[in-house]
């Protein structure tokens, strides 16, 4: 069974504040800041075994860590045009030293495509250095005029996963295109993320970048989500920051290059897609604990003395086995209060350990995700607690590919596409001749916005819904964050 998903979609931000508060994972709007949220100590642990999947996925791949000032000076940012133009409105500025007004302006990074270019001209003169793949996992800083909503849309992004490389053609940049998008599968795959890939259009590229390529997923209120993005730059920061390499024909020329980044929004999807109406249902693949053990008090001293010896027992087998666990002893809650609370915190097992389970040599475990429970000898505890972790992983990612399957539309009528989004958001394709003027229009019409079109080829046989030429492929649009 499930439990119900009623608050969860149908008041979704009220459930994600209650969720992020109240589960002690990020204290949003107290901080006297707007746009800026704390991050509390189990939410910091989760932050961390997310940010150790992806770290751990691209150390793997040849990807280096590096770390950057966080300050870059006006002139620099300005060097590419198109980039600055992107960010201009959301740069914070640093004009002051003490009392003293400084020469030059210096940015809080938004990005650091150009701060990272820069050293690379001065690290990088060969082909022979190349591919060169750095990354860093930073704060960056967007001055949000709209209304901010906590790990969505802030103005500090504390958990900025920006990568950078940069290599000798055009073809080899494809390729590290390429590899970006598989390390992402990868990466929301471990965490049951599902995602939609479209290439964005011409009109909503990364600011100075060839092509954008996004990842998005559905939230539980419909509303659509970016959750990473990778772009392909090409010669542009190269040639604005006249960085040049010797190639492999001897010639001197500008190296091409291309960026990828995730944020918080990747723990954002993680607490929102699997959750109920008790709370999150957290991976076992980055949950802070995958176990909670709770006592149940017994009669007298003597039996609750023993269920708590057996109880530290059975946490020294899990600690062992390294399944990361806690004991939750608080004499002044009930067990009901603790298991409120836990499931909240959406630990994805529960063990309870009374007098019967003592005198049985038992353990009593409960899903967080589908709430079946079981009785599990001592001996098999182990065997047990990690088939159950892996069917809880799996049934999680099940679970969210089926919602946000469910919420993907295929309309040929312009009106009709708008009125699926209108009554229940989701994404709809529909057929698109492929020019920018009927993309606009079709965001236009539907005042939605146009995520792209499929990576991969997609066959419609189908006219454009604005022009009623033959569709090339197919147009997603959808309401976002
Ligand atoms: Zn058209």
Request: glycine letters at 6%; hydrophobic letters at 35%; one cysteine or more.
């Amino acid at each position: 069974m499930q439990l119900t998903r009623e608050k969860w979609s149908k008041n979704f931000s009220e459930w994600f504040d209650w969720v992020l508060r109240e589960g002690e994972f990020y204290d949003y709007g107290r901080y006297p800041i707007k746009g800026m949220g704390v991050w509390m100590p189990y939410g910091f642990k989760l932050r961390q075994n997310v940010i150790n999947l992806i770290r751990k996925l691209l150390d793997l791949t040849g990807h280096e860590e590096v770390l950057f000032p966080l300050l870059i000076p006006e002139d620099l940012l300005r060097r590419e045009s198109t980039h600055i133009k992107g960010f201009e409105g959301e740069v914070f500025w640093v004009t002051k030293g003490g009392d003293e007004d400084l020469d030059i302006r210096l940015a809080l990074r938004p990005t650091s495509e150009v701060a990272i270019t820069w050293m690379e001209n001065l690290w990088i003169k060969s082909y022979k250095q190349l591919p060169k793949k750095y990354y860093q996992i930073v704060s960056v800083f967007r001055y949000e005029t709209k209304a901010t909503r906590p790990m969505i849309r802030l103005r500090e992004i504390t958990t900025f996963k920006e990568a950078h490389t940069v290599h000798e053609t055009y073809e080899d940049a494809q390729k590290q295109v390429e590899e970006a998008i598989e390390i992402y599968k990868k990466f929301f795959d471990e965490i049951g993320i599902p995602y939609v890939i479209s290439e964005r259009p011409e009109w909503d590229r990364f600011a100075g970048a060839l092509h954008t390529y996004a990842f998005d997923t559905i939230m539980p209120d419909g509303r659509v989500m970016q959750i990473g993005t990778v772009h392909h730059l090409g010669q542009n920061f190269s040639k604005a920051l006249d960085f040049k390499i010797q190639k492999r024909d001897g010639s001197l020329d500008y190296p091409h290059q291309t960026s990828y980044g995730i944020s918080d929004r990747a723990i954002a999807s993680v607490i929102s897609i699997h959750g109920d109406d008790h709370g999150p249902v957290l991976p076992p693949s980055v949950s802070p604990y995958k176990v909670v053990l709770i006592p149940i008090p017994a009669k007298s001293e003597d039996e609750n003395k023993r269920v708590l010896e057996y109880l530290q027992e059975i946490y020294e087998i899990l600690i062992k086995n390294n399944i990361s666990s806690i004991i939750d002893y608080d004499p002044e809650k009930t067990p009901g209060e603790k298991y409120y609370i836990w499931e909240l915190k959406g630990v994805p097992i529960r063990i309870e350990i009374g007098p019967r389970e003592v005198s049985s040599n038992t353990v009593f475990i409960k899903r967080r995700d589908n709430l079946e429970s079981y009785k599990v000898k001592k001996d098999e505890l182990i065997i047990r607690i990690n088939e159950i972790l892996n069917d809880i992983q799996e049934n999680l990612r099940k679970r969210a590919w089926e919602f946000m399957n469910s919420k993907i539309k295929y309309s040929n009528d312009i009106n009709e596409a708008k009125k699926i989004i209108e009554k229940e958001l989701g994404i709809v394709e529909v057929p698109w001749c492929g020019k920018n003027e009927c993309g606009l229009k079709i965001e236009e019409l539907t005042d939605t916005r146009v995520l792209g079109y499929p990576i991969e080829e997609r066959r419609v046989n189908d006219k454009c819904v604005i022009c009623k030429m033959n569709a090339k492929t197919v147009l997603r649009i959808a309401k976002t964050y």
